[in-house]
């Protein structure tokens, strides 16, 4: 399948049905709501399959780059794909491994901007957001993206976030969360 970004540009892809890209409309709608709040920003994405996400937060100038991603295929396609559009002195780090248990490293850089896109049918959806709220990964004024089926209606905001704004892409659904202000 041809992944392309910000820019017209060409991304690798893997074979099969492994990955689960996000689709271009629903990414140029989040980079969208997000304009003029990407350039310079620390970006974290969880589950980051071939890192189209990640890329196009560097195409469109984000300091730093973090990726999260389970299966080794996948963050040898991120490490090519975010190699071939950072520029200097942009930073990424592709990180193998299983989410909840790579998160803890990430703890004391909390992040301006989180993108996660489980598999749907995981039961990632609350530790990972619990995870983020504990560990304090959301900048202050930050904001995290969650990508998800239209249908799932069982994720549950941690008590540290709050859930603003969704929108709907056919059947995919974004949420979007932020730390409270108290």
Known sequence: ??????????????????????????????????????????????????GAMGAEALSRG???????????????????????????PQQFQVLRGDVLKRLPNLAGKPFDRIYFDPPYASDLYNPVLGAIAQLQLLAPKG????????QRQTIQVPEDLEQFREKRYGNTEIRFYRRKIV
């Open 143 to 150: 904001e995290m993206a969650v990508e998800c089926d239209r």
């Open 62 to 88: 984000a300091s730093e780059v973090v990726g999260i991603d389970q299966w080794g295929k996948a963050c040898g396609v991120i490490r090519q794909n975010w190699q071939q559009v950072a520029k200097p």
């Open 1 to 50: 399948m041809p992944l392309r970004i910000h820019g017209n540009r060409p991304l690798k892809t893997l074979p099969g049905e492994a990955t689960r890209p996000t689709p271009a409309r629903v990414r140029e709608a989040l980079f969208n709501i997000w304009l003029g709040e990407i350039e310079g920003c620390r970006w974290l994405d969880l589950c980051a399959g071939t």
